[in-house]
């Protein structure tokens, strides 16, 4: 438990600084909480692709606190979140060919990870994106935005 508590700070600072030193990818983390660990992201100026690694660091499995990382205009987010309850945890809580959706991972589970490379040709400066999880109910907690620097 001690060692925990020492460990985390150390882990937090240094994923800090590696997401300054590669801003054209950046590691988002879902936890049991249903939280995630990134409120924004940001996409720096001199990128032309940009990866995105969600882990999982809780200990439940994906059927039960499953986490995606699902990007798309903010006035979609809601209704895609909503339309993909249906679809079930095997299509990854999305709406089959749901052209709304500009980029998304697959749903995790516990220790599990994940990537996925935006599409930047659809991101402007101008426009408003929110990242969510899909997983039924977590978008009220596990959203964010994301931009262009
Ligand atoms: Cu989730």
Not at 97 to 119: C, N
Request: aromatic share 6%; charged share 20%; hydrophobic share 40%.
């Amino acid at each position: 438990m001690k060692i925990r508590h020492l460990l985390l700070p150390a882990l937090l600072a240094f994923s800090a600084v590696s997401a300054m030193a590669d801003d054209c990818a950046v590691t988002i983390d879902g936890n049991d909480s249903m939280q995630f660990d990134k409120k924004a992201i940001v996409v720096g100026k001199s990128c032309k692709k940009f990866t995105v690694t969600l882990t999982h660091s809780g200990k439940l499995a994906k059927n039960i606190m499953g986490h995606n990382w699902v990007l798309t205009k903010t006035e979609d987010s809601q209704a895609v979140a909503t339309d993909g309850v249906g679809a079930g945890v095997d299509k990854n809580y999305l709406k089959a060919g749901d052209t709304r959706v500009i980029a998304a991972t697959k749903v995790v589970g516990a220790g599990e990870s994940t990537s996925v490379d935006v599409p930047l040709d659809k991101i402007t400066k101008q426009g408003s994106y929110t990242f969510f999880c899909s997983f039924p109910g977590h978008i009220a907690l596990m959203k964010g935005t994301f931009s262009l620097e």
